[in-house]
């Protein structure tokens, strides 16, 4: 910014206008181009910084959906298994009481019950 001060003042000085003038119109034109290029800085930065913002908002928004999708899966899950146990549990009582089956084979029974039905294996 000097360097465009000090030519426009040099060649306003040899065009024939006086000290004064030349300074005086080189120290406008100097502010006037300082406060062109701050005001397009300014827009530049508060636009970057609306743009950071705003993808920051939208990942925040994104990672709260996902927190709020795993705990209802997280939720699902611990119901399911509820339900597995206690099906399982009941399965046995069954066998045993009814079917009159032995308290191991009952159990061995149960487990593959709720293999096929959920997937996994029951821990005995």
Known sequence: MATLTLLR????????SGYLTAAGAAGLAALISTLGLLGIEEIVVKTHTFAIFLAALRASWAQWRWRKAAAALAAASATAEAAADKLERRYVGYLVQTEELPPEEAHKRAAALRTVLTGSGATP
Do not use: A
């Open 9 to 16: 003042y040099e060649s306003l000085n040899i065009q024939g």
